[in-house]
């Protein structure tokens, strides 16, 4: 009996040992597909930030065009003000 009982735990170690070794295989693998995604979003964030640096320079842009553009529009009214006032006298 003795002798059964020390098979059967040599057997039982093996299958842990073997289920240990297949584990720690998934863990590896788990930790490859972590490492892949946390690469893929720190693309992403990239890419985004890239793109929200060129947005807030056309936004400066359209701003700075903008307000030459309301410059020019009131110099334009000042104008067509004064040339209104000198024909109404």
Same mark, same amino acid.
Not at 7 to 21: M, R
Not at 28 to 41: C, D, G, H, P, V
Not at 49 to 74: C, H, I, P, W
């Given at each position: 009996?003795?002798? =059964? $009982?020390?098979?059967?735990? !040599?057997?039982? +170690? &093996?299958?842990?040992? *073997? !289920? #240990? !070794? @297949?584990?720690?295989? +998934? +863990?590896?693998? /788990?930790?490859?597909? #972590? &490492?892949?995604?946390?690469?893929?979003?720190?693309?992403?964030? %990239? *890419?985004?930030?890239?793109?929200?640096?060129?947005?807030?320079? /056309?936004?400066? @842009? !359209?701003? %700075?065009?903008?307000? *030459?553009?309301? =410059? +020019?529009? $009131?110099?334009?009214?000042?104008?067509?003000?004064?040339?209104? @006032?000198?024909?109404?006298?």
């Amino acid at each position: 009996m003795n002798g =059964t $009982f020390a098979s059967n735990y !040599e057997n039982l +170690v &093996q299958t842990k040992n *073997d !289920e #240990i !070794e @297949r584990l720690k295989g +998934v +863990v590896e693998e /788990q930790a490859k597909l #972590i &490492q892949s995604y946390e690469k893929m979003i720190e693309t992403e964030k %990239s *890419d985004t930030l890239m793109k929200t640096a060129g947005l807030t320079e /056309q936004l400066a @842009r !359209e701003k %700075s065009e903008n307000l *030459d553009l309301k =410059t +020019v529009f $009131f110099y334009l009214l000042n104008w067509i003000l004064k040339e209104y @006032r000198k024909m109404s006298t």
